[in-house]
């Protein structure tokens, strides 16, 4: 047997073994621990796994029913910006990623059913239990100490007392930063103006990426303001540049697909299927004709084991714009009913592409060669469960990273992980403009390189919570924010979270704020 096969069944192997752990089960009678992590995405893991080798005893709490986050639910065209800021457990995952596929070398395009069994197995050897399907409802505090929190299961019946975990130190894990908002630490959501803090490319920005060509009429029946917009295009004026408001950048799925017959599910026509809602790709394609097939409308990246990873490209793609605005702080029912439009939009998407008459038959056969691929996400139809949360909650900590800190123009001292990706922004609007329509929010703008991440940007106010961590939903400007987003960077900064959890419990009674930064960087080192 080859080396590369052997080490796929391995893989394989174990994630039939861990997938049965993933279960619903109860929580350890006492429900308490050093530290409680909530969310087992790509930080949540490499938190919990610091946390256990330090000595600690941990809680991973999972709301979803799949763990790994984006890198293991389709991202596997791994946004880096300069490699050399992956250190610690995320080197070794991206390391162990390329033994799968027998390298030597870090692997940065992979299946997720292979980011999934390497998650798992760096789980199961740190001696982590995930617990599943189990969303916070409330935060116990007594002055700025958090005490424990209420959790509920996914189905939102709330479960018996043991359901509360105690800790010591907690750290926020999630895209939605649910726990940081519920202890009652200071956020925002959406985009400062430009003038906040003194940058260029926040707040309301209409640029040529991901545009619509002058010329693409809005309405209904062309040329008719009176005949109602189409299907996508938002009511009102968009705006002007560079003022703040709330709305989100956009969400999407990253498609793992494959044109491999043996594993192939072909696409077939979804039970809520709206043909009225492509209207607009139609239009677009009237005024901009199609030159590279599928590759107008989707980044289309090819993964190993003839799949891919599929982003949005271009003025109507894979992005639903407007549709998440109301996502970051909507009640658990309204997000998924949110997150049922995407599922319906995107599948509706893929059908439309392959099977409608109006779209080039060249394109149609193009999309036709592919399908779902049996062998990824077998509990969900095939479909990766994970939506592509961009942005949601941002805290408002006691460092906010901003422009001057992507562009090296400030800087910090107290360095606890890095970023290096361009500041990027996906549309969040989508308006009739002088008679036409365009998207409005793409920014993709390059920086000088690599930059410091403050430690203080993980941690809120003491006066607000003494004992909170949060990586994800950091202390960031929506601008500065689409730079530092990157699944490698949530990566490190787990992990230095948890260095940092560990050295409050044993240093400072538990008081994150008073964590030396340089020392934490030391022990990842």
Known sequence: MKKKTFLLLALALTAGWAAAQETWEALPAEGQADICIYGATSAGITAAV??????????????????????????GMTDIGKVEI????????????GEAYGSREPAFLFEPKVALAVYRDMLREAGVKVYMQRRIRSVRKRGNDIQS???????????????????????DCSYEGDLMARAGVTYTVGREGDQAYGEEFNGLHMRE?????????????KGNPRSGLLWGILPGEMGTKGQADRRVQAYNFRLTLTDDPA???????????????????????????????????????????????????????TDMIGENWDYPEAGYRQRQRI????????????????????????????????????????????????????????????????????????????VIGWAAYTMDSHNTGRYVVN???????????????KYPISYRSLTPQESEARNLLVPVCLSASHIAYGSI?????????????????????????????????????????
């Open 435 to 449: 008679g036409m329509v365009k998207n409005e929010g793409d920014v993709e703008i390059g920086i000088p390189g």
């Open 485 to 525: 987003r990157m699944e490698p960077v949530f990566m490190v900064l787990g992990q230095t979270a948890a260095l940092a959890a560990c050295q409050a419990i044993d240093s400072h009674d538990a008081c994150v704020q008073k964590v030396d930064a340089q020392q934490v960087m030391k022990l990842l080192r």
């Open 339 to 414: 997150y049922q439009r995407h599922v319906d939009y995107t599948l509706g998407l893929l059908y439309f592409l392959s099977h409608d008459p109006r779209i080039p038959e060249d394109v149609r056969m193009e999309m036709q060669r592919w399908g779902w691929p049996r062998d990824e996400y077998e509990e969900n139809d095939h479909m990766t469960p994970q939506l592509y949360v961009r942005e949601s909650r941002r805290m408002v900590g006691r460092y906010v990273m901003t422009q001057a800190n992507c562009q090296r123009t400030a800087t910090v001292e107290d």
């Open 209 to 221: 990426y991901h545009q619509f060509p002058d010329g693409v009429d809005p309405y209904r029946e």
């Open 86 to 97: 992956i250190q610690g457990l995320a080197l070794s995952f991206y390391r162990r990623v």
């Open 50 to 75: 610091e946390a256990r080798r330090q000595g600690h005893s941990v809680l991973l709490i999972e709301p979803g029913p799949r763990i790994g986050g984006l890198t293991a639910g389709g991202l």
């Open 263 to 317: 594993k192939r599910i072909p696409i077939t026509r979804p039970e809520r299927y709206d043909s009225t809602r492509y209207e607009l790709l139609l239009r677009w394609k009237e005024v901009e004709p199609w030159k590279r097939g599928v590759n107008d409308c989707f980044i289309w990246s090819i993964m190993p084991g003839r799949k891919t990873d599929v982003n949005n490209r271009g003025a109507v793609s």
């Open 149 to 171: 929190i209420l959790l509920e299961r996914a189905s939102g019946r709330v479960e018996q007392r043991r359901e509360r975990v105690r800790a010591r130190v907690f750290i």
